[in-house]
């Protein structure tokens, strides 16, 4: 079955960088545009990021955009998130998933990692 198992997190001071990683497997890695999300305590799920299967086409989202940088390495089955320049209100869960390339639909989840900044 499809797992994916996310790493990185951690408490960082604000302008400081982390670097997530999520390593998958159970699905032909190479095949599959990524995403990262985050949740934080009384909000909505937020789309941060999103990798197409090649790595050539990357979107943000307008909170992240500039700060933030998503990557992937097909050998390694790992897609990555570099932040940089963090914020409090970065302070969330984060979660990788992988985006079903009929539908669009993110459909396979990771246990999200916690980055929390502090002031």
């Known amino acids: 079955q499809v797992q994916l198992v996310e790493s990185g997190g951690g408490l960082v001071q604000a302008g400081g960088s982390l670097r997530l990683s999520c390593a998958a497997s159970?699905?032909?890695?190479?095949?599959?545009?990524m995403g990262w999300f985050r949740q934080a305590p009384g909000k909505e799920r937020e789309r941060v990021a999103r990798?197409?299967?090649?790595?050539?086409?990357?979107y943000y989202a307008d909170s992240v955009k500039g700060r933030f940088t998503i990557s992937r390495d097909n050998a390694k089955n790992t897609v990555y998130l570099q932040m940089n320049r963090l914020e409090p209100e970065d302070t969330a869960v984060y979660y990788c998933?992988?985006?079903?390339?009929?539908?669009?639909?993110?459909?396979?989840w990771g246990q999200g990692t916690q980055v929390t900044v502090s002031s």
């Open positions: 998933a992988v985006r079903d390339r009929y539908d669009g639909v993110y459909r396979y």
């Open positions: 159970g699905l032909t890695f190479s095949n599959y545009d």
């Open positions: 990798i197409s299967t090649s790595g050539g086409s990357t």
